[in-house]
């Protein structure tokens, strides 16, 4: 039998994984759209893409769960779709991450794609390029250091979440017993030893994660392998 | 793309009816209504806020919030009373832009074959077009270690490289220094005449125009004020007030194409047939200079007027004329005057002060003599 919380850990990555892949699909386009809006309404969506940095996440939480219950029309859509209840499942949670982890995937990649501008993607239409051959082609490659920030901080958020996860999904092993759900259990039970050990892991984890996307995007770095061409 | 846009006939003809408005902070209006019949180099000349680069972006499908109508060859490539608008990819119209827009994650010969992967036509041969935009040497060096003149060099060679049936430049060389300008220039003729591809070249260098284009449209606070040949424009352009807005920028002058007939002639001279009869003589030209012709000008502010022939002077150039006409414009007086010598008439235009002109009571069909030093006919590639 797996260790409870081994099984914790593979939830929280699968959960992760499945967010940042989710986020990186609906938040590229969402991102394009913000970078070349031009118009009024433009500050409305990017403060409601912006709100879970400021809003505590029990708030979301709570009202997400009171959305996915089944006497609510999304909580009674998915039942009809799926057969199975919204709330306190895995699905639930990932749902409630992909909210709560947007803005870290929207907000890097809306400043490269408007840093990037329209120059490159009028030389490349100039050329015979369509609009999916000249973001595949030339902006993907450009802004690709940006992706992978975007992707790590929706990734590393998306870790060490707790509020929204508590609310909507309950403490199921498994099914949504994720690690930061895991260590406060151990804390409760005042079972430190093993808390310490999923904190740690935690820091460690983060901390390599963060180094990682600096370091990619050191200027410095930058230059000098400039230098050295 | 659409198909007639792959292979057209020549010459191509450009019908231009449109319409652009910009609101907000620099409110700006641009209304062309030309036909263009598009042979070798057609200039586009204006000051800034013009509309010429407007008007390019149009042409090359940049520019979507156009009224009216562009038709290519009797293709519309924007017609909005039909809601027509082919997209910028799908004209098959290449444009370089002033700022070479190469793409940094690419090296040179990646940016150029961005173009022919993309190109349907696929008839020009890579390596030879390398070798006609002098770019072997730099085929894998990264786009960061370029000098803005191999950096302009290589959007050229990749705007050639996509086939286009029309190419579009806004103003190419206004970020490269006079050596790199020179060379760009000499660089357009040749692609020009090797591959014989209509260009549309926008600049506010008249100097720059007068070296490579055949015609020259002239735009004015987003109105064309002139369409012609290239020296009949450039001497209408004498008379406009194009130039006493921008005294700095164009100069009255006379802009001239003349055979060669001595590239040196062993004493420091050059020298251009001006007719069966007269010569013009300029400084002496490399042997290795190959054109039969040459661009040339002379600015009406070297030009001066005698009238008695002057022989007993160092200037070279003294040409007998008959005065054609004789503006006053604010403090000096524009003097226009046909060669009479020879059987092909040339105008020839002349700045000198009222008191000059008061001084030696000129008038309308009289004859004088006209003389400038030999380093007053310039030209702006050699």
């Given at each position: 039998m797996i260790n409870s919380d081994v099984l914790a850990l593979l939830t929280t990555l699968k959960m992760a994984a499945l967010t940042t892949l989710i986020l990186l699909i609906l938040g590229t386009p969402l991102a394009w759209y913000l970078a070349k809006m031009r118009s009024r309404f433009k500050v409305i969506i990017e403060a409601i893409v912006a709100l879970p940095l400021v809003l505590p996440p029990t708030v979301l939480g709570f009202y997400l769960l009171i959305a996915f219950s089944p006497q609510h029309l999304p909580g009674q859509l998915w039942q009809q779709a799926?057969?199975?209840?919204?709330?306190?499942s895995f699905s639930a949670i990932v749902i409630g991450s992909v909210l709560y982890s947007m803005p870290f995937v929207v907000q890097p990649l809306q400043k490269a794609f408007e840093q990037l501008g329209d120059p490159l993607l009028e030389a490349g239409a100039m050329l015979g390029a369509g609009p999916m051959d000249r973001f595949f082609n030339i902006v993907l490659p450009i802004t690709k250091a940006s992706f992978i920030t975007a992707a790590s901080l929706g990734f590393a958020h998306t870790v060490g979440e707790f509020g929204v996860i508590l609310m909507?999904?309950?403490?199921?092993?498994?099914?949504?017993?994720?690690l930061s759900i895991a260590l406060f259990d151990h804390v409760e039970a005042f079972d430190y030893a093993r808390a310490h050990v999923l904190a740690i892991s935690l820091l460690i984890g983060s901390m390599v994660l963060l180094a990682s996307i600096y370091l990619l995007n050191n200027p410095r770095k930058k230059t000098m392998n400039k230098a050295k061409r | 793309m659409t198909d007639a846009l792959l292979k057209t006939t020549y010459p191509l003809f450009l019908d231009i009816q449109l319409g652009f408005e910009q609101h907000g902070f620099e409110p700006f209006q641009l209304t062309v209504q030309q036909g263009l019949s598009l042979e070798g180099i057609t200039g586009i000349f204006g000051h800034s806020g013009s509309g010429k680069s407007t008007l390019l972006r149009a042409i090359a499908g940049l520019e979507k919030k156009i009224t009216g109508s562009i038709t290519l060859n009797n293709i519309d490539l924007i017609n909005s009373d039909s809601n027509i608008f082919i997209k910028a990819e799908q004209r098959n119209i290449g444009l370089v832009f002033q700022d070479s827009r190469l793409f940094p994650h690419l090296n040179v010969v990646d940016n150029l074959k961005f173009a022919t992967k993309r190109?349907?036509?696929?008839?020009?041969?890579f390596d030879e077009i390398i070798k006609l935009t002098a770019l072997d040497n730099l085929r894998h060096k990264s786009i960061h270690e370029l000098s803005g003149g191999q950096k302009q060099r290589v959007a050229l060679a990749r705007a050639i490289l996509a086939e286009p049936i029309l190419l579009l430049l806004d103003?190419?060389?206004?970020?490269?220094?006079r050596k790199a300008k020179a060379s760009l220039l000499s660089l357009m003729l040749k692609v020009q005449d090797e591959l014989q591809l209509p260009m549309f070249y926008v600049s506010h260098s008249l100097d720059e125009l007068q070296q490579v284009c055949d015609k020259l449209l002239v735009l004015s606070q987003g109105k064309v004020i002139g369409y012609d040949a290239i020296h009949t424009m450039i001497h209408q352009l004498n008379y406009s007030d194009v130039t006493s807005d921008a005294d700095d920028i164009i100069h009255q002058q006379t802009s001239l194409s003349l055979p060669i007939?001595?590239?040196?002639?062993?004493?420091g001279l050059a020298i251009l047939a001006l007719n069966d009869v007269e010569n013009i003589y300029l400084p002496a030209l490399d042997e290795s200079f190959t054109k039969e012709t040459l661009r040339c000008f002379i600015l009406a502010s070297d030009i001066s007027i005698s009238l008695?022939?002057?022989?007993?002077?160092?200037?070279?150039n003294h040409l007998f004329v008959k005065i054609s006409s004789i503006d006053i414009m604010k403090n000096k007086v524009l003097i226009t005057a046909i060669s009479v010598k020879g059987k092909i008439e040339q105008e020839f235009f002349i700045n000198i002060s009222t008191f000059s002109q008061q001084r030696l009571a000129l008038n309308i069909n009289q004859q004088v003599y006209l003389q400038f030093k030999a380093s007053a006919v310039r030209t702006y590639l050699y």
């Open positions: 799926t057969g199975q209840q919204l709330a306190f909507i999904g309950g403490n199921i092993p498994g099914e949504t017993r994720v | 190109c349907k036509n696929n008839r020009l041969n103003e190419p060389l206004s970020a490269l220094d007939t001595t590239l040196d002639n062993g004493q008695t022939e002057p022989i007993n002077s160092s200037i070279v």
